[in-house]
């Protein structure tokens, strides 16, 4: 009834053209009222015309939210790497070459020192997996990462050509610690791979003593 046109009270249809100008002016004219009241149902009833997936779409979690938190974790995990290479370019290492014996020497100490910590987590993770605080997988990877560690050590510091026989027999001493060393850790991470876990302390025990070894290069010639 108040659609298109205005009614008086008693549903008479209302000209706006014949409607005194005195009748429009007077808020509390009847036919004003009226078709007040016709205005206020109007907007009431294109208010209570809601379309339901724009509440969900308004209440969901927005995208941008969702799209930042990827992105913090994206940049947290950057940091981390840079800050991992950037502590393994701190620790020296012994790369270049050695015009006397007594940089010859500081380089193989550091080598030693180096490979004691390739040593000591092998050890370390042998004992914790045969305590059975460990898991295979985390155990294995653990270990091939030390020996890779190791080996990269040695053909590091083998590169280094000696400067004289003094330093020859340096070498040498230092090269069979290595191999001894790399050669247990190997034992150590095949029985890892077959899932010998009980018994990896027993098989890594000889890796105490390639520390010790190590230990005494290192303070003899540091």
């Given at each position: 009834m108040c659609e298109g046109r205005s009614y008086s009270p008693n549903g008479i249809p209302v000209s706006h053209s014949i409607v005194p100008t005195r009748?429009?002016?007077?808020?509390?004219?009847?036919?004003?009222?009226?078709?007040?009241?016709?205005?206020?149902?109007?907007?009431?009833?294109?208010?209570?015309?809601?379309?339901?997936?724009?509440?969900?779409?308004?209440?969901?979690?927005?995208?941008?939210?969702?799209?930042?938190?990827?992105?913090?974790?994206?940049?947290?995990?950057l940091v981390l790497v840079l800050l991992g290479v950037l502590a393994w370019r701190m620790v020296p290492h012994p790369i270049g070459p050695a015009r006397t014996y007594e940089k010859y020497e500081g380089k193989a100490a550091t080598t030693a020192k180096s490979a004691q910590s390739e040593v000591q987590t092998t050890l370390l993770v042998a004992r914790t997996a045969s305590a059975d605080n460990a898991f295979g997988p985390y155990t294995a990877v653990v270990i091939s990462d030390a020996e890779e560690g190791l080996s990269g050590l040695q053909g590091t510091f083998d590169s280094i050509q000696p400067p004289d026989e003094r330093a020859d027999k340096l070498g040498q001493e230092l090269d069979s610690l290595l191999s001894d060393a790399l050669e247990h850790v190997r034992e150590v991470r095949v029985a890892a791979r077959r899932g010998e876990l009980p018994r990896l302390a027993d098989v890594a025990q000889p890796l105490a003593d390639d520390a010790d070894k190590l230990q005494a290069f290192e303070e003899r010639h540091k």
């Open positions: 009748v429009k002016d007077d808020p509390n004219a009847p036919g004003v009222a009226f078709g007040r009241t016709c205005a206020r149902r109007k907007r009431a009833l294109a208010v209570s015309r809601v379309d339901p997936s724009s509440i969900d779409d308004a209440t969901g979690p927005p995208l941008s939210t969702a799209r930042g938190t990827r992105a913090g974790v994206a940049i947290i995990v």
